[in-house]
């Protein structure tokens, strides 16, 4: 399988996509979220935005991969919300995304295959109201080298337009940085293993 170097996601929220059927008010809210501990936060966001709602059902999508996931439909039939609308994210193929669509029953029943459609159209319509971006994959380094070497290390990373995250040259020569996946031959390339520390293997940064 060949590496991935970028990751599909958005660029900004969206909270107050509307989508009406036979008197029932769907609102769509897709949020940005890389980490499942603050799945709280937003759902708690989405009660406040729409309060006495009926249901508040949800999927996302967490990791370069999507390997983080999870679905709820919320007290709606099994299947009916939660799946629908994580198979519209697998279809944007978008990551590091929760998408909550919140609803308002209007005294008319939907049925099984009327909520499945429900759900999958209010998800399918407020991703297209999003700006879907493309972001790098980095990869993080230390840099432990001697003091003389500080000219030459610094050099090579201006070449490889590389910024430093930190530094340190008051005792032994350190710098963190972060790398592009797609640079990283390149960059191993350039510098003696016997001077590089990697500190973190694999870290999705913007």
């Known amino acids: 399988m060949s590496e991935i170097f970028q990751y599909r996601t958005i660029d900004k929220p ?3 996509f509307l989508l009406r059927i036979k008197g029932s008010k769907f609102y769509g809210l897709l949020l940005y979220m890389e980490n499942e501990n603050d799945l709280n936060i937003f759902l708690q966001k989405s009660k406040d935005l729409y309060p006495q709602a009926t249901h508040y059902c949800y999927a996302y999508r967490i990791g370069v991969k999507g390997e983080k996931f999870r679905v709820n439909d919320d007290g709606e039939p099994s299947g009916t919300a939660g799946l629908p609308i994580y198979n519209q994210l697998l279809s944007a193929d978008i990551v590091n995304v929760l998408l909550i669509v919140v609803r308002y029953y209007g005294g008319t029943k939907l049925g099984v295959s009327g909520l499945i459609k429900a759900y999958k ?12 971006i493309e972001k790098e994959i980095y990869e ?4 432990i080298f001697n003091y003389d070497k500080q000219s030459l290390v610094m050099n090579f990373l201006k070449k490889l337009q590389i910024e430093p995250i930190s530094f340190n040259f008051l005792e032994n020569c350190s710098v963190k940085i972060k790398v592009p996946v797609k640079k990283r031959d390149s960059f191993l390339d350039k510098f003696n293993p016997l001077f590089l520390q990697k500190f973190v293997s694999y870290k999705l940064l913007a």
């Open 14 to 16: 969206i909270t107050n």
């Open 121 to 132: 159209e209010c998800s399918l319509q407020t991703i297209s109201q999003s700006n879907i």
């Open 140 to 143: 993080c380094y230390e840099l």
